[in-house]
């Protein structure tokens, strides 16, 4: 059974083109979630400060645990944070739509693993070639500062968009 989970991690990585063996690591061992664009929407942003479009998508147990407002979060949880830079719709200016691909973020809980970081893993893979973000696993203390003003919410800034 050893290889079952090389298995799905390749399955996984399948709709990017990319296998398993040439998953993007971030530095702190978090590997791309390769079938991220599969998952579901739970809530979109945008940065000012980035001037980005933002996705929050999350896999089933994140969208679970979401919807019914849990909190903390249930370990297996991942969100995932896709952003765009942007531009004006050519053909209906007052539109803001995504242009370049920037990055995608993840949130990975696992209490025992992640203790020292709220519960929370962090991963952040950069550009068309997802470069891991980071020198060393030291950058995640970067993404749990900046997540500490909502630690009453599991360290979690996105809700539930809810819709009728």
Known sequence: ???????????????????????????????????????????????????????????????KAMRAKVRPM????????VAWTVRKHPDFPVATVPDSFAQVEFMVKDTAKYKDTGGWGFARFVGNSYKPYGKDAGFVMECFGCHTPVKGNDYLFTGYAQVP
């Open 1 to 63: 059974m050893k290889w079952f989970p090389m298995m799905l991690l390749a399955l996984a990585l399948a709709p990017l083109g990319v296998s398993a063996a040439d998953a993007p690591v971030a530095p702190n061992g978090i590997a791309l979630f390769g079938d991220y664009r599969s998952w579901e929407v739970i809530a979109p942003s945008y940065r000012e400060d980035k001037n980005h479009i933002r996705v929050v998508l999350g896999n089933p147990a994140a969208v």
């Open 74 to 81: 249930p370990d297996g949880a991942v969100l995932a944070k």
